[in-house]
C-alpha cells in the first residue's frame, strides 16, 4: 500500500484553465504538506495543514488554494493556471507539527501548463 | 534568512569508491539539519538528521553526515558507493518551526560501474 499517494501523476492542461491535485496519506498521521519542486530541482513549501488547520501559508499566490476534508487528505486546488505554474508538486504528511523533520513524501504530480 | 547551499550540482564516482556531498547552511541558532534522496520519478526519503548531541550521525543504505559548527557544513559521505546510490541528494534545514524544511538545491549523484 503507498503510504502518500497523488493523483494524477502526470497533468498538461492549458493557460488559465482550473485543475486539483489530490492527496492520500495512510500512514495516520496528523501533519500534511504541499511542496513545488521546479524545473532546477528547487523545492520549496507552499503549504501546511495539522489536523486540518492551516499552519503553514508561504508566499503563494492566491490561486493556489488547499482543502483538508479530513487529516488524511490535502488537496490543492489551482485557477487560473499560469505557464509558470508548471512543476512537480509533491504532497508529503508527518506524524505531526513538532520539529522531527521526517516527512513522507508521495511520488509527485507533474504539472505541465501549455 | 536561513539558507542552504549544496556547491556542487552534478557528481560522479565510480563504483566502490568513496562520497562526499557538500551541504553549507545559514541559520542562527543550532539548526536542525537534514539529508533527503531523491531516486529518479520518486518521492523524497529522509536519510538522516541532526537535532543536537553527537556530531556524526548515521543514517539509512550506509550513509553518515558530519555536523561542523565553525563550517557551517553538514557534509554527507558514504565509505563506498553502490550502483543504485546514484539519485537527486538534498540537505534541508528546518525553519521556523512546524517541519518547514527550507532545501538546497539538491547534488545529482552519477555512479559509473
Known amino acids: 500500500d503507498t503510504a502518500v499517494s497523488q493523483t494524477p501523476k502526470y497533468l498538461v492542461t492549458q493557460m488559465g484553465n482550473d485543475k486539483s491535485i489530490k492527496c492520500e496519506q495512510n500512514l495516520g498521521h496528523d501533519t500534511m504538506y504541499w511542496y513545488k519542486q521546479d524545473s532546477k530541482k528547487f523545492l520549496k513549501i507552499m503549504f501546511s495543514?495539522?489536523?486540518?488547520?492551516?499552519?503553514i501559508n508561504e508566499t503563494v499566490p492566491n490561486r493556489f488554494s488547499p482543502k483538508s476534508p479530513d487529516k488524511a487528505h490535502l488537496n490543492l486546488h489551482i485557477n487560473s493556471l499560469e505557464l509558470g505554474d508548471s512543476a512537480v508538486y509533491f504532497c508529503?504528511?508527518?506524524?505531526?507539527?513538532?520539529?522531527?523533520?521526517?516527512?513522507?513524501f508521495g511520488e509527485g504530480s507533474r504539472l505541465t501548463v501549455l | 534568512a536561513q539558507s542552504v547551499t549544496q556547491p556542487d550540482i552534478h557528481i560522479t564516482v565510480s563504483e566502490g569508491a568513496s562520497l562526499e556531498l557538500r551541504c553549507n547552511y545559514s541559520?542562527?541558532?543550532?539548526?536542525?539539519l537534514f539529508w533527503y534522496v531523491q531516486s529518479p520519478g520518486q518521492g523524497l526519503q529522509l536519510l538522516l538528521k541532526?537535532?543536537?548531541?553527537?556530531?556524526l550521525v548515521q543514517g539509512i543504505k550506509g550513509f553518515e553526515a558530519e555536523f561542523k559548527r565553525s563550517q557551517s557544513s553538514f557534509n554527507l559521505r558514504k565509505p563506498s558507493v553502490h550502483w543504485s546510490d546514484a539519485a537527486e541528494y538534498f540537505c534541508?534545514?528546518?525553519?521556523?518551526?512546524?517541519?518547514?524544511?527550507?532545501f538546497g538545491a539538491g547534488t545529482r549523484l552519477a555512479v559509473h560501474p
Open positions: 534541508a534545514v528546518e525553519s521556523g518551526g512546524y517541519n518547514k524544511l527550507i
Open positions: 541559520y542562527g541558532a543550532t539548526p536542525y
Open positions: 541532526y537535532f543536537s548531541g553527537d556530531t
Open positions: 508529503a504528511s508527518s506524524q505531526d507539527s513538532i520539529n522531527t523533520g521526517e516527512l513522507f
Open positions: 495543514y495539522n489536523n486540518k488547520e492551516l499552519i
